[in-house]
């Protein structure tokens, strides 16, 4: 019977050792997992703005080779409200984005693979 209980004592201490070590673990997996999800925002913030720039250097190139001055007319908004004061269209705006970069991308690796066949 003594046996037994002390038995029952060693494995309940043993579990509380091997408790934190298990918690640390999980924790780590999650905050690597979020690190890693951050990167992937990260990678594609970058990519948005080297987008965006791109296309600003593109409209200067092609206004200063018509020599046109004048800026195109705004998008009236719908309604009294303006366009990005909807969160439906913010997240349709930035689903078009996501898209046309996994297209680009597609587009980019096809090139290569054909590059690679020759």
Request: hydrophobic content about 35%; proline content about 6%; aromatic content about 4%.
């Amino acid at each position: 019977m003594f046996k037994k209980i002390e038995l029952l004592c060693l494995a309940i201490m043993l579990g509380i050792a091997l408790l934190p070590k298990q918690t640390l673990a999980q924790e780590s997996s999650y905050l690597e997992s979020r690190i890693s999800r951050l990167e992937s925002e990260t990678y594609q913030l970058r990519s948005q703005i080297n987008q965006l720039q791109s296309q600003v250097l593109g409209l200067n190139q092609s206004t200063q080779r018509t020599g046109s001055t004048k800026p195109a007319p705004p998008i009236a908004p719908r309604g009294n409200r303006p366009a990005s004061a909807d969160p439906m269209f913010d997240r349709l705006a930035t689903l078009v984005i996501e898209l046309k970069q996994r297209i680009n991308k597609l587009e980019a690796q096809v090139t290569e693979l054909q590059k690679q066949r020759r």
